[in-house]
């Protein structure tokens, strides 16, 4: 059964914190992974990683992909309350035919 | 270009009541989602499906029906409610293909209570 699987859950860290957000997946036929954040509504598009060991920027929040050991890192540097959101990873199997595989999301808090 | 909505954003049902939680997408994607997002946790697949006229059951398809008569609509059909249905509705899209397997877009949400 294809699975994602992210960690930890939840998280708290002060403001100007550095976070890892780790993601690792064991999905039949892997393409790509997805990375979202979700705060009070839908969630919202971060990074798409299709190809490993490149990295995705934008802002503070970086991404990469190991294709070799099934997982991603979702890194946020200096930290602001603003990042607080549940941080999804989903895989999207080979072909499109099967839905995003989703993890259960890491609950990040990042006080003041 | 509106994307993925829902409506109603909030409802409240009695227990067996029915309702329907729209969904339309202008963005001509073939994929659509519904899933199902319980506090604190992540979201569970009810249904989907990948065009006009076909519908798949997804993890947890008891309780509700969908249909798909166009691209555009995907609505999701609650018969008999009960509280185990209190959660937020999130419907979504894709664009997939021969080498195309985008992400989804989703809709804003629908919060639904069963009392």
């Known amino acids: 059964e294809d699975k994602v699987v992210q960690s930890p859950l939840s998280l708290v860290v002060h403001e100007g914190d550095t976070v890892t957000l780790n993601c690792s997946y064991e999905v039949t036929n892997f393409r790509s992974l997805l990375w979202y954040k979700q705060e009070k509504k839908a969630p919202t598009f971060l990074f798409m990683l299709?190809?490993?060991?490149i990295e995705k920027k934008s802002g503070r929040l970086s991404s990469i992909l190991d294709k070799k050991e099934l997982f991603s890192i979702l890194n946020i540097t200096a930290t602001q309350t603003g990042d607080s959101a549940v941080y999804l990873c989903a895989a999207i199997p080979e072909g499109g035919n099967t839905p995003l595989v989703f993890g259960k999301g890491t609950r990040l808090s990042v006080i003041a | 270009n509106a994307g993925v909505t829902q409506t109603p954003k909030f409802r409240i049902l009695k227990i067996g009541q029915s309702m329907t939680l729209q969904c339309t997408q202008d963005?001509?994607?073939?994929?659509m989602y519904w899933y199902r997002q319980d506090p604190g946790m992540g979201l569970k697949l009810i249904y989907y499906?990948?065009?006009?006229?076909?519908?798949d059951k997804g993890e947890v398809p008891n309780g509700y029906n969908v249909s798909r008569s166009t691209t555009e609509d995907f609505p999701l059909r609650l018969e008999l409610a009960a509280p185990s249905q209190t959660s937020v509705y999130f419907c979504a899209s894709r664009l997939t293909g021969t080498g195309i397997s985008y992400g989804y877009t989703f809709g804003s949400g629908t919060r639904l209570t069963v009392v």
């Open positions: 499906s990948v065009g006009a006229g076909i519908t």
């Open positions: 299709t190809s490993s060991g």
């Open positions: 963005m001509n994607h073939n994929y």
